[in-house]
């Protein structure tokens, strides 16, 4: 995949603000810390492309972003931050949901877990809902430079195990700061948007 361009389409916080057309899009779901702004940064070899908080919990809409005209990355409001009141933290799981569950353009969702970690509680619901769903999904194991190499496969069997997932689930482990297993992850978008 060779990114010519990359652009911010459009914020949301109800459908009618979503972008109009029939571009396929890969949506990232997480933890509000877990980086989904800095993986879609890396994957569109961008620095400041999608807007990275200083504070978790920063993303409370949907952030849509267009690639070379032919997709469009997702960056859905993050779940988990403990500083927020429980109606925001409602209010933001039914915007991600009213998205998840309604939108045809929808093509693939990468749920991303922080290598260093067990999946939380509210990771495991997310994968279980996954699988529920009929949307396809990948897993991408975050942070990796945070962790010596030589563990990469024990932290991705434990976070495999803890969420119960299919062998044919596609899983990477990236980094976003050292740049790690970005192609893998374009690839895997690639394959899921365009049917290859």
Not at 54 to 73: C, H, M, S, W
Not at 112 to 129: G, V
Request: aromatic share 8%; glycine share 4%; with cysteine.
């Amino acid at each position: 995949m060779k990114i010519n361009e990359a652009r911010h389409e459009a914020t949301a916080v109800r459908p009618q603000q979503y972008p109009e057309g029939s571009l396929p899009e890969a949506a990232f779901a997480g933890r509000s810390n877990v980086g989904k702004s800095s993986i879609i940064n890396a994957i569109v070899n961008r620095k400041r492309l999608a807007y990275v908080g200083a504070t978790p919990g920063k993303t409370r809409q949907i952030n849509f972003y267009n690639v070379n005209d032919e997709f469009r990355l997702v960056d859905l409001p993050g779940y988990g931050y403990a500083k927020v009141s429980k109606a925001e933290k409602k209010s933001w799981g039914s915007l991600a949901e009213t998205y998840l569950e309604n939108r045809e353009q929808l093509k693939l969702i990468i749920l991303m877990i922080d290598i260093r970690h067990k999946p939380s509680a509210m990771d495991k619901d997310m994968a279980r809902w996954l699988a529920q769903s009929k949307i396809p999904y990948a897993v991408c194991a975050v942070k990796s430079d945070k962790i010596p190499k030589a563990s990469y496969k024990k932290h991705a069997i434990e976070i495999i195990r803890e969420l119960e997932l299919a062998r044919e689930t596609p899983f990477a482990i990236c980094s976003a700061t050292k740049k790690h297993g970005m192609d893998e992850l374009r690839n895997i978008i690639e394959n899921y948007l365009f049917d290859k």
